[in-house]
């Protein structure tokens, strides 16, 4: 087993002294879910779990070194990013296996409808006691911690033996599919409220007050029984290979999804997002599918959809970014349950330009807020009867080093206990009409309703 270790002071927002201390582990025969299932005893309600899209990386967190909350929600994105860079020494560790912050922000720190995010902080990301990566088939475990004393070499044994626990455990551990959780009631909030907003929408798109506007809603879930996290964890990544897969626990409540879209991805300065707007189903045949594709790459509705958000990343890259390219026309993405427009956006950071102030300026695209920004938002505060907490925002990681991925956070579902909350929505145009979004977002709660035992019929 390899062994590197780290360790360095900064000074927090107390004007404490923090000592930073980490070492890196090679491991092997380590799954991801294994290892969030290994922290089940003493780490439930600080883990998380993710895996890119490409599934060519895996990041797992169990406990909590070090957490960042935002304090001004103005300036939360400003905020995370200095008090990482403060605790990293500005990006200058430059271990193999560097520390990642994992977490996200809320989608509208406006937004204070009560309810399962009451409580939630506007930024929310933690730095792991024990990190797991996999990635190119290698698996490396990191101990962190910060503290205000340092460390004792006593106190370091102590947390070297649990994560030698915990890893073997892990081993050990095998993840068999239980039976679904088991629905006793479901209901859709607010479904009267939702259709009638769709109409005040578009009616106020057509007197141009905005141009697209992405209104949501939301499904909730009774079950029998308090469902495991792992297990929801499990299903979404069977039934969920072509999405981000992603997990993150705040005391009772996990927060998942598999989602098709990439907010910004960063490495060793080149960055990259993805506009993803505009829907259609799956058709049951190779030969329908390409219809119902052909259909959507065609129709103006969802052309105006997507357009809105190409327009708004493009301009955003050619601000932050050199040698942007970004194709003519869009292709389809295919996923599972849905088909969207999709165009690629990549780019060079300009000097000074992070993944953070990059997230900072594209979030909320108009694939989840709308255009213009602020006309869109405020219509959203207005006619949408739910807090979207992270649904919409950006989740994700950043390294000491500056690289990072942050997905948006779509086909998602909190999972409180005994209960689920399940999020859908759609944008927002001149000639959207309210039955064909109802349906769309009901093709959008599919992946979270299957993996949480549900079912729909088309
Ligand atoms: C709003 C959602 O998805 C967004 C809206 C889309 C649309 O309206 O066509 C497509 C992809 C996403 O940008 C969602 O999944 O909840
Ligand atoms: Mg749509």
Known sequence: MQQQW????????????????????EVSRLTGLAFYTAGEKRYKGERFYWQNREKTMTLVGLGHAYTIQSETSQHRFDEVEAKWRSLTKN??????????????????????????????????????????????????VNLHTVTTEPQTEEQLQVLRQERDTLIQ?????????????????????????????????????????????????????????????SQVLAQITEEQPESYLFGLEHQQLLFFGASPERLVKVQDRHAFSSCVAGSIKRGKTVAEDEVYGQRLLNDAKNGGEHQYVVDMIAQTFQENCLDVTLPSSPTLLKIRDIQ???????????????IL??????????????????????????????????YAAPIGWVDAQGNGEFAVAIRSATLLQDKAYLYAGGGIVADSEA???????????????????????D
């Open 6 to 25: 780290y360790q360095d002071t900064a000074v927090n927002s107390l004007g404490q002294n923090l000592h930073f201390y980490m070492e890196t582990i």
């Open 91 to 140: 990006g200058d560790i430059q271990q193999e296996q560097p520390p990642i912050l994992f977490g996200g922000f809320t989608f509208d720190p406006q937004h204070q409808i009560a309810g399962e995010w009451t409580g939630f902080p506007d930024a929310f990301f933690a730095l792991a006691t024990f990190q797991l990566v996999i990635q190119q088939d290698k698996a490396y």
């Open 169 to 229: 455990l892990a081993q050990e551990t095998m993840i068999t599919m239980y039976a679904k959780p088991e629905i006793i009631h479901y209901f859709e909030p607010h479904k009267e409220a939702y259709l009638a907003s769709i109409d005040q929408v578009t009616a106020l798109i057509k007197e141009k007050q905005a141009d697209k506007v992405v209104i949501a809603r939301s499904l909730a879930l009774q079950f029998q029984e308090p469902v495991s996290t």
């Open 340 to 354: 969207h427009l999709y165009t690629p956006v990549e780019g060079l950071l300009k000097e000074g330009a992070t």
């Open 357 to 390: 102030q990059l997230a900072k300026s594209l979030h909320p695209t108009p694939a989840l807020g709308g255009s213009p920004r602020q006309a869109a938002l405020e219509a959203i505060r207005q006619y949408e009867p739910m807090n979207r907490g992270l």
């Open 435 to 457: 039955q064909a979004e109802y349906e769309e977002t009901l093709v959008k709660f599919r992946p979270m309703l299957r993996a949480l035992g549900g079912q729909l019929h």
